[in-house]
């Protein structure tokens, strides 16, 4: 595939999404529900819902301080994005504005876990229809359905796991993100 | 003129820089400067003088803690960007990450002084490569130069003043860019 875009290094770029595909969110949202009422969800109580209807105390733990910064990584994500990063322009751009206090801790959690990527492959956004890049990799329909680029993935999570892709591609992990890519 | 773009609204959409567009920078980088070494320049002094070669402790100021925050408005800007916010849509993208001190830093600032503007509008990236924009307005080459958009506005700033814009519309200040946009 050649670039459509100018990137200003001739590749393919792609933006990778932070929360749900790089960072393990659920998981935090799991342990911080756990610790607010007790409850202990099975994973098919999550299936299809919403986050928010999910987790109804969910704006609270976002705004957590070391909500974003303690996160675990999604299990293959380190080895492949060093990979991606040698073959195409990546681009990592999380919709972080909502949350304000996120955004030095977003940053420092990409620069221990990623140390590959460049501070100048970083973008914290409010809204992602302005990101023009080749390919998309999201969890969330509202970035990639109105997104220009050619390709989009949309990696499952709990929240999606029974809706239509539609026009785009499922991925359920990182390995098929590779296989796809690489 | 259409939108050429999907913004979700419609509108011709433009990215507005942040440091020497809507931020006085350059009178933090002059104050700091005469604190440091108590020089004070000449305006002339700073025609055509990259930043980092007019101010040679520009990294210390600019990661000094409260430095974004306590920038003044350069002339006009609120009043002239609360009216293009009614007619475009208006976005906010500032390189800063660079910087990661200045992300909260500069959120703050917008707050206070553009209480218009929703977060959802605020990107802060490293490269501008990737904005999708109709319009750009930015001080800096680099970012001007790149731009896939229909128009591009150069603020002028001392860095930029004997600069050929090229394919750039050179502007002065804002009622310049109320006068071409409004």
Same sequence: chains 1, 2.
Avoid at 56 to 77: E, Q
Avoid at 115 to 139: A, E, R, Y
Avoid at 150 to 165: R, V
Wanted: hydrophobic share 45%.
């Amino acid at each position: 595939m050649h670039s459509i875009k100018n990137n200003g290094t001739g590749k393919t770029s792609i933006a990778v999404d932070m929360d749900g595909v790089l960072a393990n969110v659920y998981a935090r949202f799991l342990e911080m529900h756990k610790l607010d009422t007790g409850e202990i969800f099975s994973p098919d109580y999550l299936i299809g819902k919403p986050e928010a209807v999910a987790f109804p105390h969910i704006l609270k733990h976002v705004n957590s301080a070391g909500f974003f910064r303690s996160a675990d990584l999604i299990p293959g994500c380190r080895e492949v994005m060093e990979r991606l990063n040698e073959v195409y322009a990546v681009f990592i751009v999380s919709a972080a504005m909502e949350f304000p206090n996120s955004l030095k801790e977003k940053y420092d959690w990409l620069a221990e876990h990623f140390p590959f990527i460049h501070w100048s492959q970083i973008v914290l956004c409010g809204s992602k229809s302005l990101i023009n890049t080749d390919i998309m990799i999201d969890d969330h329909f509202k970035n990639l359905d109105f997104f220009k680029g050619s390709k989009t993935l949309l990696f499952t999570q709990p929240h999606n796991a029974i809706a239509d892709p539609g026009r785009h591609i499922r991925v359920h992990n990182w390995e098929e993100i590779a296989r796809l890519l690489l």
